[in-house]
């Protein structure tokens, strides 16, 4: 199983500071497993892409089986960066949740929120 926690600043400021990917799909064979590539895909292409089009640069940890990423207070410091960080993270948990709709015995999506909200 592939767990996704996606953490918000909080309620009332519901963007995505940091999410973690662990796990593994198990829907096939490593090498085969469509699922596993298309979250991998998905996730590290997102990291790729923020880092790419607005110049932040993600806080990450990866090893098989675990991508850890958080997101700089500093990269909330201008406003139409962050805006374009979180379109591009909101975009990432709609494929995300695509994927869970369709494989929802392979991985699991939860929302946390930082601030106790």
């Not at 089009?53 to 201008?78: K, R, W, Y």
């Not at 406003?79 to 979180?86: F, G, K, N, R």
Request: glycine content about 6%.
């Amino acid at each position: 199983m592939i767990y996704v926690t996606i953490e918000r600043l909080s309620l009332d400021s519901p963007q995505i500071s940091s999410f973690v990917v662990e796990g593994h799909a198990e829907y096939d064979v490593p090498g085969k497993d469509l699922v596993c590539a298309a979250v991998s895909a998905i996730t590290v292409g997102t990291c790729n892409s923020i880092e790419s089009i607005t110049g932040v640069i993600p806080i990450h940890e990866m090893e098989p089986g675990l991508l850890d990423v958080t997101f700089p207070e500093q990269a909330q410091a201008v406003a139409e960066t962050w805006s374009q960080v979180q379109l591009i993270l909101e975009s990432m948990l709609v494929m995300l949740q695509t994927i869970e709709v369709n494989y929802g015995d392979y991985i699991t999506i939860e929302t946390t929120y930082r601030k106790g909200g």
